[in-house]
């Protein structure tokens, strides 16, 4: 039972995290436009994550676009599977 409430709270720990970050970065965004997660996240935070993490958070950030808990909307894929999110 531990190990269940420790997975789960671990969870939130992780979607909080990701929301912060993102929601720490929208300032530096444009209004309109659409954006990678990696751009969501920042370049300098996305590129010490593994590509496991960068795949986990995508995820997540769908979740939570679908979710309207971020100010994004989904706007398609980049030719490379790539999902594009535009700031409302």
């Not at 935070?45 to 958070?57: A, D, F, H, N």
């Not at 909307?73 to 490379?80: D, I, L, M, V, W």
């Amino acid at each position: 039972m531990t190990k269940i409430l420790k997975n789960k709270h671990d969870e939130l720990s992780k979607n909080e995290l990701i929301v912060q970050t993102i929601l720490s970065n929208i300032p530096a965004l444009t209004l309109g436009n659409v954006y990678l997660v990696k751009d969501l996240m920042g370049s300098d935070v996305w590129e010490t994550l593994s590509k496991g993490m960068r795949i986990g958070i995508g995820g997540v950030v769908s979740q939570l676009v679908e979710s309207r808990l971020l100010p994004l909307t989904y706007a398609g894929k980049t030719n490379s599977n790539k999902r594009l999110y535009r700031l409302d």
